[in-house]
């Protein structure tokens, strides 16, 4: 099943992120992830959806579903050639000897270091889904201890925009 990734923009409500991830539940939509966002100075949720589906149909009637949702204002399905990225936490316990391998690995990666100790060092890394896969990979060796993930976020590429988000629903009212 190929994975795609939906942006939904939907109206005010506490119950808006229920009623998404209740479409999500029928058996043949596997979730790969999720991120549920509420900017301070909106009511709108802007919802992130990372899924595998069996087919194209299957897709285009998720996307059909989330749109007949009272509160989604707008669903787009992100092409492959969107700007993804991923941020990766990795906690690693190497050997004293591969402290230079592993400030390598960083330095090539660009990662952050955000701990160094006798027990333990910590890295973070957001980049595209296939460099965190890469990197996590190249320091398997060192003796990592424990790896999370974030889901994967899109942004679509391009100068064209099919869909505006008014004015008006983007306004806090008081």
């Given at each position: 099943?190929?994975?795609?990734?939906?942006?939904v923009v939907a109206g005010p409500g506490c119950d808006v992120p229920a009623r998404v991830a209740g479409l999500l539940l029928p058996s043949d939509?596997?979730?790969?992830?999720?991120?549920?966002?509420?900017?301070?100075?909106?009511?709108?949720?802007?919802?992130?959806?990372?899924?595998?589906?069996?087919?194209?149909?299957?897709?285009?009637?998720?996307?059909?579903?989330?749109?007949?949702?009272?509160?989604?204002?707008?669903?787009?399905?992100?092409?492959?050639?969107?700007?993804?990225?991923?941020?990766?936490?990795?906690?690693?316990?190497?050997?004293?000897?591969?402290?230079?391998?592993?400030?390598?690995?960083?330095?090539?990666?660009?990662?952050?270091?955000?701990?160094?100790?006798?027990?333990?060092?910590?890295?973070?890394?957001?980049?595209?889904?296939?460099?965190?896969?890469?990197?996590?990979?190249?320091?398997?060796?060192?003796?990592?201890?424990?790896?999370?993930?974030?889901?994967?976020?899109?942004?679509?590429?391009?100068?064209?925009?099919?869909?505006?988000?008014?004015?008006?629903?983007?306004?806090?009212?008081?």
């Amino acid at each position: 099943m190929q994975e795609h990734l939906l942006a939904v923009v939907a109206g005010p409500g506490c119950d808006v992120p229920a009623r998404v991830a209740g479409l999500l539940l029928p058996s043949d939509v596997d979730i790969v992830g999720m991120q549920f966002s509420h900017p301070p100075d909106s009511d709108l949720w802007w919802i992130q959806l990372a899924v595998r589906v069996p087919s194209q149909d299957r897709l285009e009637l998720l996307t059909k579903r989330l749109n007949r949702l009272v509160a989604v204002l707008r669903v787009v399905t992100l092409e492959p050639g969107a700007h993804r990225r991923q941020s990766v936490y990795v906690k690693l316990r190497p050997d004293t000897a591969d402290l230079g391998q592993v400030g390598e690995l960083a330095r090539w990666f660009h990662a952050e270091t955000l701990e160094l100790s006798a027990a333990a060092v910590v890295l973070h890394l957001t980049a595209a889904p296939d460099q965190c896969a890469a990197f996590v990979a190249m320091l398997r060796p060192h003796g990592i201890a424990e790896v999370v993930t974030s889901a994967v976020s899109g942004v679509r590429t391009g100068a064209r925009l099919t869909h505006r988000v008014p004015r008006s629903a983007t306004r806090t009212h008081s």
